[in-house]
């Protein structure tokens, strides 16, 4: 499996694997690779025709292996890009991978499945994945990516910031990279060239962008404030941000508070969060955090089965959080 990093590096190379799989909790960085893997792969000229973007929940594997058995006319590349690849069952992706061999030199496959659908690291499906494509994980930014990210684009606008504000901006953004370009567009547009961004600045421009924050969603849990909790709910599904994108960020939120209370590292790259998981660890005793954990976990199973419509579920569980019981 290949790093997001060194995908770029052998896409600025001009080395391009015949088949991707892009999968992750961070779409927009898989939007992002997808178009700069199609913009240097495919001339000027062929990005609108010979891009093919197909739905994979909505397309019969009989369609899907017709598209991939025409060839380009003389010698064109092209590019295919399928999404939710998992909607197949394994017999039908035998297939569409059977029908990629030999590959083609002047085409290109990137699979993908949406952040919901992020598979488990020992699942069939993921292991299979890895045996027929170069896949890549994208993963919510580091504190020190989103730094260096954040530092390198305010200083091609010719803008500098204060270290308390760039610190400040990191953990509002927290790891998210698309948020990070509509933050830093905005702070961009705020200042004039050759000043220097404040913490607040940052509060002042930002702070619309907090109650669409899917991660301070987690943190206004914990607070217990129900009445903020139910309008962030509301306005994040109303944006499209999916209900079981949302129950993984809570699931991961309060296990990662469950692990540093009991000294162990939180999950993901959330290290530098450490003392806010510390802070609110504090509010709750182990068995209550165990006791919220499993059960979001049933509601994660429930909204997967469609046994809940997700407004509905969601608002109990964070009723029933930040309540106490």
């Given at each position: 499996?290949?790093?997001?990093?060194?995908?770029?590096?052998?896409?600025?190379?001009?080395?391009?694997?015949?088949?991707?799989?892009?999968?992750?909790?961070?779409?927009?960085?898989?939007?992002?690779?997808?178009?700069?893997?199609?913009?240097?792969?495919?001339?000027?000229?062929?990005?609108?025709?010979?891009?093919?973007?197909?739905?994979?929940?909505?397309?019969?594997?009989?369609n899907?292996?017709?598209?991939?058995?025409?060839?380009?006319?003389?010698?064109?590349?092209?590019?295919?890009?399928?999404?939710?690849?998992?909607?197949?069952?394994?017999?039908?992706?035998?297939?569409?991978?059977?029908?990629?061999?030999?590959?083609?030199?002047?085409?290109?496959?990137?699979?993908?499945?949406?952040?919901?659908?992020?598979?488990?690291?020992?699942?069939?499906?993921?292991?299979?994945?890895?045996?027929?494509?170069?896949?890549?994980?994208f993963?919510?930014?580091?504190?020190?990516?989103?730094?260096?990210?954040?530092?390198?684009?305010?200083?091609?606008?010719?803008l500098?910031?204060?270290?308390?504000?760039?610190?400040?901006?990191?953990?509002?953004?927290?790891?998210?990279?698309?948020?990070?370009?509509?933050?830093?567009?905005?702070?961009?547009?705020?200042?004039?060239?050759?000043?220097?961004?404040?913490?607040?600045?940052?509060?002042?421009?930002?702070?619309?962008?907090?109650?669409?924050?899917?991660?301070?969603?987690?943190?206004?849990v914990?607070?217990?404030?129900?009445?903020?909790?139910?309008k962030?709910?509301?306005?994040?599904?109303?944006?499209?941000?999916?209900a079981?994108?949302?129950?993984?960020?809570?699931?991961?939120?309060?296990?990662?508070?469950?692990?540093?209370?009991?000294?162990k590292?939180?999950?993901?790259?959330?290290a530098?969060?450490?003392p806010?998981f510390?802070?609110?660890?504090?509010?709750?005793?182990?068995?209550?955090?165990?006791?919220?954990?499993?059960?979001?976990?049933?509601?994660?199973?429930?909204?997967?089965?469609?046994?809940?419509?997700?407004?509905?579920?969601?608002?109990?569980l964070?009723?029933?959080?930040?309540?106490?019981?």
């Amino acid at each position: 499996m290949a790093s997001p990093k060194q995908l770029f590096s052998d896409i600025n190379s001009g080395k391009f694997k015949p088949v991707y799989y892009f999968f992750g909790y961070e779409e927009y960085r898989v939007t992002e690779a997808r178009k700069y893997l199609v913009s240097h792969f495919l001339p000027d000229l062929q990005h609108i025709g010979n891009h093919i973007r197909i739905d994979g929940k909505n397309t019969s594997t009989a369609n899907l292996l017709a598209e991939l058995a025409a060839l380009p006319m003389l010698g064109e590349r092209q590019v295919f890009s399928i999404t939710d690849i998992q909607s197949y069952k394994p017999t039908e992706r035998e297939k569409i991978f059977k029908i990629l061999h030999p590959p083609d030199p002047n085409r290109i496959i990137i699979f993908s499945t949406p952040a919901q659908r992020t598979p488990k690291k020992n699942s069939a499906f993921y292991k299979s994945m890895l045996k027929s494509a170069e896949s890549v994980e994208f993963q919510k930014l580091t504190m020190a990516e989103s730094t260096a990210q954040i530092t390198a684009k305010l200083k091609r606008e010719e803008l500098n910031i204060e270290p308390d504000a760039i610190r400040l901006l990191s953990q509002l953004l927290a790891g998210n990279r698309g948020a990070m370009e509509g933050e830093l567009n905005k702070l961009i547009n705020f200042k004039s060239k050759g000043e220097t961004i404040s913490v607040a600045d940052i509060r002042n421009v930002s702070t619309g962008y907090e109650i669409y924050n899917i991660f301070n969603l987690a943190d206004r849990v914990v607070s217990g404030n129900s009445h903020l909790v139910l309008k962030m709910i509301r306005s994040l599904l109303s944006e499209g941000i999916s209900a079981i994108a949302l129950v993984t960020l809570l699931q991961q939120h309060f296990i990662s508070i469950y692990l540093v209370k009991n000294r162990k590292n939180p999950v993901g790259n959330r290290a530098f969060l450490i003392p806010n998981f510390r802070s609110q660890g504090e509010k709750f005793t182990n068995q209550q955090l165990e006791k919220y954990i499993i059960e979001i976990a049933k509601l994660d199973s429930d909204l997967r089965q469609n046994r809940m419509k997700p407004e509905q579920a969601m608002e109990m569980l964070a009723l029933k959080i930040t309540s106490g019981n």
